[in-house]
C-alpha cells in the first residue's frame, strides 16, 4: 500500500557528499558516488525523487515537529510539556531563536528537501531518458515538492533565502520577501501542473497529481486574497478536468490506516511501519510519523501536545437533524464525555485526565492499540475535498456570491448529518461578513487538528490587529503572549542570520 516508501530512503547518502567541495577534500572515495558519476541515468533521476520524498519522514517536518508550529501555535491545541522551552515554543515564548525543536530544525529540513529538489531540477534535464514524458513527470514532482515547502516556509517564516540551484557550503544567499517566495511557489506549481497526471497507476500511490498542485495553488492564492485566481484554481478540481474527487461515507475514514488514498484525499502524505530505524540518513530509516506518540494522553504517549477544550463545546452548539451530537466530535477529540457521548473509551481506559482536558483524536491508533510509540503508519492528509469545499464556499463568498456559496458548505454539513446552513442559520442570509464568521466555525468543525488553522488565522488577518487576537486569547490564553506585527511569523533561526551577512532578523526579533 505504501509503495513510495520502500525506495524512498535509499539514496538519501548521495546528498551528503556534496556537501564538502573545497579542493584540499576532493578525495575519491571507491565506495561512494559523486555527484558527476551519479545523475547518468534515468534510474538516478527516479532515485533523486525519492530523496525528496524522504524528507517528510524527518523530524523537523511532517513526521514531528511540524504539528506543534501548524497545530499547537494555533488557537486549537497548545502545550503543557514538562520541557518547558518545548512548551514555549506554542506559547510565543521564543527565547532562543536556535532551539533546535521548536525551530532551527525544521529549517534545517525544510532546506534540506528543497537542495534535493533544486539537485533534480539542476541534473536531470540533461539525462537521456527513452520515455521523455516519464522525465517531464520526474521534474514535476519536483517541482511540486519545492513549491510545497517553500510555501510552507512562507507560512511559518515569512522572509526566507530563495535558493533554486544546487547549494554550497560556503553560499551567501540574499533574504527573499514572502512576496517572492510566493511567486516562486506559484511558478513551480504552475509548471508542475503542466507535467503531472491526472492520477497514477497503484503501484505509484503517495505522487501529486494535477488536482493536488491546483490545490496547493488554491491555497496560495487564497494567503495572497487573489481571489479570482482562487476561484478558477478551485473550480477545476469541484466543476472542470480535475472533478474526480468526493467525500468519503464515513468521516473516520480520512484519519486512520484503514482507508487511506480514498476518493476524498487530494494529496497524501504517505506513512508506513516497515522500517522501525530513527530519522537520520541510514537504510533503516523510520518512515513513520511520531505524532500520535506526541499528541496522545498522558501514559498513553508523551502528551506534549493537547487540544483546546473550546473545540468540543464547539461541536456541542449544534445539534444534528435528528437531534444528536455531531459525531465529527466523536473522531475529532478526547474528551471527558467521550464514553457517555459515544460509548468510546480513550486506547481501552475510562477518563482518568481533567475535566476540562481533550486531546486530537484524529490520525492517533486508539482504533485497534492500547498505546502510541514513534512508529505511526497512518497517513497525514495534507489536502482533502471537504477542505476543497470550504476554501470554494470562502472564496464565492469573498467574490459577493454568498448565495451561491452555501451549497458547497452543506455538502460538508450534510455528510454529518446537520441541517443546510441556511435552515440552521437563517440570519446570516447574504452577509458577507455574517457567512464568513460561521465558515470560520465549519472550518473548526471539519479540520480541526488537520494543521490548517494557523494558515486560516494569518489569512483571515486574525493576527494582524489586538482586537481579534484578545478575542483569541479568550478561547486560548496562550494569544495573551501574542505580539502584533511580531509573532505571526517565526524568528529566523539566530544561527543563520549570524552566518550569513545578508540575512536581517525578522521584525520584531
Not at 356 to 361: K, L, P, T, V, Y
Not at 443 to 448: A, C, H, M, P, Q
Amino acid at each position: 500500500m505504501k509503495k513510495l516508501l520502500i525506495i524512498s530512503t535509499v539514496i538519501c547518502t548521495l546528498f551528503a557528499v556534496t556537501s564538502c567541495q573545497k579542493d584540499e577534500l576532493d578525495l575519491k572515495n571507491p565506495n561512494a558516488l559523486t555527484t558527476d558519476q551519479f545523475w547518468v541515468t534515468p534510474d538516478d533521476a527516479e532515485k533523486g525523487v525519492n530523496a525528496i520524498y524522504a524528507m517528510f519522514y524527518k523530524d523537523g517536518l511532517w513526521a514531528r515537529w511540524v504539528y506543534f508550529r501548524l497545530d499547537l501555535t494555533s488557537d486549537e491545541g497548545f502545550s503543557q510539556s514538562p520541557w518547558v522551552e518545548l512548551a514555549d515554543w506554542t506559547r510565543f515564548g521564543y527565547i532562543n531563536y536556535n532551539f533546535w525543536e521548536g525551530n532551527s530544525v525544521t529549517w534545517r529540513d525544510t532546506y534540506k528537501a528543497i537542495f534535493r529538489a533544486n539537485q533534480v531540477l539542476a541534473n536531470v534535464p540533461d539525462i537521456e531518458f527513452s520515455d521523455e514524458n516519464r522525465k517531464q513527470q520526474l521534474l514535476g514532482e519536483a517541482k511540486f515538492l519545492r513549491a510545497l515547502h517553500y510555501y510552507y516556509a512562507g507560512v511559518l517564516w515569512e522572509n526566507v533565502p530563495l535558493v533554486l540551484e544546487p547549494s554550497k557550503p560556503d553560499d551567501l544567499h540574499p533574504q527573499n520577501t514572502k512576496e517572492e517566495v510566493f511567486a516562486q511557489v506559484e511558478q513551480d506549481l504552475t509548471e508542475a501542473f503542466a507535467a503531472l497526471p491526472e492520477a497514477w497507476d497503484a503501484a505509484q500511490t503517495g505522487r501529486p497529481t494535477k488536482g493536488a498542485a491546483k490545490a496547493m495553488l488554491a491555497k496560495l492564492y487564497m494567503q495572497q486574497h487573489r481571489w479570482e485566481d482562487a476561484k478558477s484554481t478551485l473550480e477545476y478540481l469541484i466543476k472542470g478536468e480535475g472533478a474526480m474527487y468526493s467525500l468519503v461515507d464515513h468521516y473516520e475514514d480520512n484519519f486512520t490506516h484503514l482507508n487511506e488514498n480514498n476518493s476524498e484525499s487530494v494529496y497524501e502524505i504517505q506513512f508506513g511501519d516497515q522500517r522501525r530505524g530513527g530519522t537520520g540518513e541510514g537504510q533503516d530509516a523510520s518512515v513513520s510519523t511520531t505524532r500520535a506518540q506526541f499528541f496522545a494522553p498522558r501514559g498513553i504517549g508523551w502528551s506534549d501536545g493537547q487540544a483546546r477544550f473550546w473545540l468540543v463545546n464547539a461541536f456541542k452548539q449544534e445539534q444534528t437533524s435528528d437531534g444528536k451530537i455531531d459525531e465529527r466530535l466523536r473522531y475529532s477529540l478526547f474528551y471527558p464525555d467521550l464514553f457517555k457521548d459515544f460509548g468510546d473509551k480513550i486506547y481501552g481506559r475510562d477518563w482518568e485526565w481533567g475535566d476540562q482536558e481533550a486531546w486530537f483524536r484524529k490520525y492517533q491508533r486508539d482504533y485497534y492499540r492500547e498505546n502510541e510509540d514513534y512508529y505511526s503508519e497512518v497517513n497525514f492528509r495534507l489536502i482533502r475535498y471537504a477542505d476543497v469545499l470550504l476554501r470554494y464556499a470562502e472564496v464565492l463568498n469573498e467574490l459577493g456570491m454568498t448565495s451561491d456559496a452555501y451549497q458547497y458548505v452543506d455538502m460538508v454539513r450534510a455528510r454529518a448529518n446537520m441541517a443546510p446552513l441556511a435552515t440552521a442559520y437563517p440570519g446570516i442570509g447574504n452577509n458577507r461578513e455574517a457567512f464568513l464568521n460561521r465558515l470560520k466555525t465549519e472550518r473548526v468543525l471539519e479540520l480541526s487538528g488537520e494543521s490548517v488553522r494557523w494558515e486560516d488565522l494569518k489569512r483571515w488577518g486574525d493576527l494582524e490587529d489586538q482586537a481579534s487576537v484578545d478575542e483569541i486569547a479568550e478561547r486560548d490564553p496562550d494569544f495573551e503572549n501574542f505580539e502584533v506585527g511580531k509573532h505571526l511569523r517565526l524568528p529566523i533561526p539566530q544561527v543563520e542570520v549570524e552566518n550569513n551577512p545578508n540575512l536581517e532578523q525578522n521584525p520584531g526579533y
